[in-house]
Structure formats: C-alpha cells, structure tokens
C-alpha cells in the first residue's frame, strides 16, 4: 500500500492524506496549527520561485517547437486567432457563472481577516507599458510575468529565425526545460506536508467554514467547465462541421478517459491525434500542427481555473472587482495562458501567478492545491475539448476535415 503511495502518478493521494491530516491537527491542536503555519509559507514560497523559471521555458520551448514556418505561415494566425478567442469566450462564460453561483460569498469563517492588499487596475497604456521591461532581470526578479511572457516570446524568435546557428540555443533551452520541470516534480512533492500544514492554519484561523467556500469552488468550476463545453466548444462545432453529435461525443469520451485520469494535456496528445485523423477525418497535415500547438497554448479550461478562481477568492476576502479590473483579469488570464505547462498541477503554480499579478492573496491555493486533482480533470478535459474542436474548425476551413459517417 505505501509502496503504491508512493509512486509519482499517486501524488494527488499523498496530498489527500496531507489534506486529512491537516483538518484534524487544525481542529485538536489550533495553537500548534497556527505556530507551524511556516511550514505553508515555505511551500508557497517554494511555488513563486518556480513561476518565472516555469514560464519562460515553457513559452520559449513551444514556440521554438514551430518548425515549420511555411505551415505557420499558412495556418498559424488563423489558429492563433481562434484560440483567442475560444479562451475570450470561455472566460466570459466563466464570469458569468462565477457571479451567478459566488462560491465565495455566505462563508461563515471562526476568524476572518480582512485582506488589506491592493488589486491591480492600470490604465490601458500603464497595461501596455509595465509590460514592456526597462530591465529583463529586474522584471524576473520582480515576478512580473507578462514581461518574462514578452522576453520570452521575442528571445525564441529570434532563435528560430537565425535557423542553423540557433541551435545550440535551442537545445540548451530544451534541456534547461526539462531540468526546470523536474525541479517543478520536486516541489510538487513537497505538496502533502505544505496543504497539511495550510489546512490546519486554515481550519484553526477560519473554522469548518472553509470547506463549504472550497465545495462552492468545486461546484461553480464544474458548472462553468460544463457551460464552456456546449457554448464554446460542443455547439459551435457541431453547426460548421456538421459532424454527427454521437460521433463527436464517442470520439471525445475516449480522450477524455485520458485527460480524467492523467489530468495532462501532454499525455492526451496522441489519443487526440489518433482520434481526429481516425474518426473525425480531420485531416494529418492540419492536426499535427494544430493539436501540438493547441497543448501548449489553447486553454479553454485555463480561463474556466482563471475567471472562477479570481471571482472565488475576491468574494472570499470581501474584495470586489470592479469592470476594468474584470477586462484586465481577463487580458492577463489570457497572456498567461500561453505559459501553462500542460502537465498534472501545474495549475497550481500558474494560479498562484495569476492572483499575485491581479494582486490577489494566494493563501488560498493550498487549500485548493488538496482538491486540484478533481478541478484539474474538469480543466483538463476542457483543454484538450477546446483543441479537438479547434482543430476540426481549422481543418474544415482548409478544407481538410473529410466525410464520416456516424
């Protein structure tokens, strides 16, 4: 039994165990709970050091991955232009039923503390201008991730346009990526002594209220996945493809088995691709490209984590957005988006980015961290969902997606 504990895939049982662990040494030694709380604090330290790093690879490596400029050239803005705006559209559905659920609102919590941070709400041309870093180093030592998005993003293609003499650069970034992952897997394993230590502070700091906030999260993320899947995704394929709602449907529950069970895009990929050539005749040339590109940059659960996370946490220190903070959440959700890693709980490091750059506490995500398993099926579910219908939208306008019979 501990053997299997143990074993890497399993991580999200040791952090089950870390969870329970931490409820009842909240509730039997709350003094004690609140003294060792350092203990989070270290683990939460241990993610923000790992956000720039994990970002700047991760941007810098998928696009060096394209190749192959004349297929970019031919279909790259079209998808890039449709991925936006899946995510623009998934993040409006989010909000929307976000503020109609408001996970965080009606919590009765033993001992509440007020957050006295200050959101982030810029003017357009601050926005536009704070991306841009005087200073690259600074930034990054700063966390200012929208500029390590930029630096990142104009550093790789510089890489790839000087072609041959580029590549030793380019291997080493790929090796500094997988060395930066690996370091990523050793933080993740300090997760069940950092959530136990988190829960406990949190349930002797607020009390049993907290696991109704955390259930109202879990349920608004379920309901806003579900309604980006037929608004966004189900609904708008169907009509332009006009392929069979049964085919589609069988076609997605077996890469859905995947993603449910591995929770990554990355290891979804080629259920994905076998599944689109196979059965929806979508044809190699378009799916080989969009599929690849779409696990790095298309995450339409991504802004169904982003928006209901950012409403959840607002709502639970008492702390409003107001429009433009919503527009700038989205803008920022939506860059950073491109930096997720497409692996098991990297949502957790991103999330953690994403509320220091809105200016949100993220004292909030170890808890969350206990329960990221099951968010992390629905988020990426709707991920890879959200390739699988850009690619046969693509494909049906170069032509390349085929006639099947259901």
């Avoid at 930029?150 to 790789?156: E, N, T, V």
């Avoid at 991103?350 to 220091?356: I, N, Q, Y």
Wanted: net charge positive.
């Amino acid at each position: 039994m501990l053997k299997h504990m143990w074993k890497k895939q399993n991580l999200f049982l040791r952090i089950a165990v870390g969870f329970l662990a931490g409820i009842a040494m909240g509730f039997l030694c709350p003094d004690f709970s609140k003294k060792a709380n350092f203990v989070g604090t270290i683990y939460l330290n241990l993610i923000r050091m790992m956000i720039v790093p994990v970002i700047f690879f991760s941007v810098s490596t998928g696009i060096m991955n394209l190749k192959d400029t004349k297929t970019l050239r031919r279909i790259g803005f079209k998808t890039i232009g449709l991925f936006v705006v899946m995510f623009l559209f998934s993040s409006v559905v989010s909000l929307l039923v976000a503020y109609l659920i408001r996970p965080g609102r009606g919590i009765v919590m033993g001992e509440m503390l007020a957050y006295e941070g200050e959101l982030v709400s810029p003017s357009m041309a601050d926005f536009f201008v704070n991306i841009v870093p005087s200073n690259i180093i600074e930034a990054m030592a700063k966390g200012n991730i929208l500029s390590v998005i930029l630096f990142s993003a104009l550093f790789s293609v510089a890489v790839l346009s000087i072609k041959e003499k580029g590549k030793p650069v380019f291997d080493f970034v790929h090796s500094c990526s997988a060395v930066f992952f690996k370091m990523l897997d050793f933080v993740m394993e300090t997760s069940p002594l950092g959530v136990a230590s988190l829960m406990a502070f949190s349930i002797a700091q607020y009390g049993a209220g907290v696991f109704t906030a955390l259930g109202k999260y879990i349920f608004t993320a379920y309901t806003a996945s579900l309604a980006v899947f037929f608004v966004v995704m189900f609904i708008p394929t169907l009509i332009y493809t006009k392929i069979p709602p049964k085919l589609f449907l069988r076609g997605l529950f077996k890469i859905w088995m995947v993603t449910l069970s591995t929770t990554s895009s990355q290891a979804a990929l080629p259920m994905s691709l076998k599944v689109s050539r196979e059965e929806f005749k979508a044809g190699e040339e378009v799916s080989s490209f969009v599929l690849p590109l779409g696990c790095t940059i298309n995450m339409c659960g991504g802004a169904c984590s982003f928006c209901c996370l950012a409403v959840f946490v607002s709502d639970f220190y008492n702390v409003p957005l107001s429009l433009t903070q919503i527009v700038y959440l989205v803008i920022v959700a939506t860059l950073i988006n491109m930096g997720a890693p497409g692996i098991p709980g990297g949502g957790i490091v991103l999330g953690a980015s994403f509320l220091s750059i809105i200016g949100l506490p993220i004292d909030l995500m170890g808890p969350i961290a206990a329960f990221y398993r099951l968010l992390d099926m629905a988020f990426t579910s709707m991920n890879v969902t959200g390739d699988i219908a850009a690619n046969l939208i693509i494909a049906k306008t170069e032509g390349k997606l085929y006639p099947v019979s259901s």
